[in-house]
């Protein structure tokens, strides 16, 4: 990339938008789904407005974009990439602000969900643990808790901070007593033999998103599986590595940002080479948002929540087996 001044439109927009719209605009590229580039666009517009920053200056950005783009990518990309520009370009004429909470009052959780929340915002998480932890008392299993109560919170934070609501300190906060309280459910599961058959979850890339990959450890855990729990921005070679020095069925592999999905491609294509690798499958936040993504990279299935991971791995495996 050439070098910019401090007045160039795109370097001087806030909170690193213009870094994301690089990144999106090259991963939209490298991956053949110009939607990448749109979604970013949009989050950014949204951020600006609420942070009562011009929403004129990320126009401006787009278009300077569009106008310099020798500047981002490579010659024979040029044309497709100015393409993908106007299109997103075009989104911003319709403000997309997240108005709309993601935690449901109506769904069977969704009070305990907003007064966990609540109680995290509010800076008291052992009350927020115990409205979790009454609700399994009360019958809720750690799965139904994984995917109606946290996962609703998590994503609640998120829409929080992009509408300026909450501090990024705030979030990590919520995101740190939120695995506090998934270590406590995991010490109450009950003990289970556990079957012939394990998995290896991880997050790949930059992204520090590592929840994800942590629940589908935990479920698979509590269906029986081995399950063993690496965390997030595991490079490549070393998962690889592992890969190689045991033995492993499934790779449950989670990207939230849709750079990290090219973390993931490549390692599918690594082990494309080997005579024998695991089955993998994939989610988070960038495969949910671009549904075709898991079938470009060849991974061998996409999952939305953790159970559904379980019961994808166990088909897949079976299937494999017979």
Known sequence: MSSRSVSDPIAALPYEIGSDLVAALRDALELGVPEIFTDVTTLAQTAIVFRETNPAAL?????????????????????????????ARKELDVVRLADHPVIDPAAP????????????????EQRGAREVLLAVASGAKITEVYEQIITPVLHEAGRLWQRNEMTVSQEHVITAA?????????????????????????????????????????AFSLCGWQATYLGSTVPVDDLLDYVDRISVDVLALSATLTRDVIAIRD???????????PVVIVGGRAFAKHPKLWKAIGA???AATPLMAVALANELVTHCDG
């Open 109 to 124: 959780h969704g009070p305990t969900a907003q007064r966990y929340l609540d109680a995290l915002l509010e800076g008291d």
């Open 59 to 87: 126009v401006s950005a787009l278009d300077a974009m569009h106008a310099g783009i020798e500047a981002y990518v490579s010659p024979r990309h040029i044309a497709r990439a100015r393409a993908i520009i106007t299109d």
């Open 300 to 302: 061998d299935g996409y």
């Open 267 to 277: 390692l599918i294509h690594a082990m494309a080479e080997r005579a024998v690798a």
């Open 178 to 218: 939120v695995e506090r309280l998934m270590a406590q459910l995991m010490d109450l599961a009950p003990a289970r033999a556990h079957r012939d058959l394990s998995v290896v979850s991880a997050s790949l890339g930059s992204s520090q998103h590592q929840v994800g990959a942590r629940m589908v450890a935990d």
